[in-house]
């Protein structure tokens, strides 16, 4: 069974706090993803990566960045969290095409 | 660019009744179309993808390339069934899939 692993279920940050959220999978997928899932908007992509520290910006990539420096690992980073950026993050990765995602982290900045 | 489509946030139906959630999507190649689930408390998953041409839990969806179109479809729905679901596109750019989804519609299935 592909894992996803989100390092937290709930984070609660304050307004221009860095804030990284961390995702693992044992399956040693080449392409990693990270959404945002906000209820009427469904799951817009921030970031995605298709090798090690190769990065490409998703549809709406500002306020965040990335990391990967493992194949198994894609961090995604808030550099100064703003109430605006409250929202469920997922991450994926993906095999041929399939995405596997993790159980998301509920972020809420205040 | 490429967009996914899905017009209602809401489709609420009676037990037994048939189903239907629209997706429409814009891409210029030939693209890979999905359908992914999320049951309530549970992650985001894979429920069929377009080239398998399979049935799932009684789901069956076909791709209508004229009407750039993936309606998902069930002849019977079951209490079940009701969930999040989310038609979801990907398009191979340089040797790597983009994947990028709908906003999704929630499926209530009333007894």
């Known amino acids: 069974d592909v894992k996803v692993t989100q390092s937290s279920r709930y984070l609660v940050k304050r307004t221009g706090e860095k804030v990284f959220l961390e995702c693992v999978q044992d399956m040693d997928h080449e392409n990693m993803f990270w959404y945002r899932q906000d209820p009427g908007l469904g799951l817009r992509l921030i970031y995605f990566?298709?090798?090690?520290?190769?990065?490409e910006k998703g549809d709406i990539p500002e306020g965040y960045s990335v990391s990967r420096e493992k194949k198994e690992r894609f961090s995604l980073i808030l550099e100064s969290a703003s109430t605006n950026q409250t929202s469920m993050y997922l991450c994926?990765?993906?095999?041929?095409?399939?995405?596997?995602f993790g159980q998301g982290t509920r972020l809420t900045v205040v | 660019a490429q967009r996914v489509t899905q017009p209602e946030k809401l489709l609420s139906v009676f037990k037994g009744a048939p189903v239907e959630l629209k997706c429409n999507y814009s891409y210029s190649g030939s693209p890979e179309l999905f359908w992914y689930v999320q049951y309530s408390r549970q992650r985001l998953q894979l429920l069929l993808r377009?080239?398998s041409r399979e049935s799932i839990k009684g789901f069956t969806a076909d791709l209508n390339k004229g009407e750039t179109s993936f309606h998902l479809k069930k002849p019977f729905a079951q209490e079940e069934d009701s969930a999040m679901y989310y038609c979801a596109l990907s398009s191979p750019s340089g040797g790597y899939n983009k994947l990028i989804f709908g906003a999704g519609t929630r499926l209530a299935v009333h007894p």
């Open positions: 990566s298709y090798d090690v520290k190769m990065k």
């Open positions: 994926a990765s993906t095999r041929q095409a399939e995405a596997f």
């Open positions: 377009h080239i």
